[in-house]
Nanobody, 120 residues
């Protein structure tokens, strides 16, 4: 089982910056990758960024060159640095972790979400 705790969501003006953090804890063998998704009311949850255990990075086209995902000092801590924020970035941001568990196989886990609101 993996518990994910997100932090850093806030209200910010257009053009501003925020840093989200996600800390993973629990009883698991290893985390294969950690990702950020975002969701607005009435819409599907969209992929934002991912960092793998090996350090490979992936970004949605809409955030490339503005957002940076990175790992903290603890390998189970990831950050999402968001720069040049736009009103359309307003959403609830969810941390996702894919972990290999002691029961065998890999499972996806989700955090509770943190709200990011960008004012025009």
């Amino acid at each position: 089982q993996v518990e994910l705790v997100e932090s850093g969501g806030s209200l910010v003006q257009s053009g501003g910056s925020l840093r989200l953090s996600c800390a993973a804890s629990g009883n698991f063998v290893t985390i294969n990758y950690m990702s950020w998704y975002r969701q607005t009311p009435g819409r599907a949850r969209d992929f934002v960024a991912r960092i793998t255990r090996e350090g490979r990075l992936n970004y949605a086209d809409s955030v490339k060159d503005r957002f940076t995902i990175s790992r903290g000092n603890d390998e189970n801590l990831v950050h999402l640095q968001m720069n040049s924020l736009k009103p359309e970035d307003t959403a609830t941001y969810y941390c996702n972790a894919n972990a290999y568990t002691w029961s065998g196989g890999s499972t996806d886990y989700w955090g509770q979400g943190t709200q990011v609101t960008v004012s025009a």
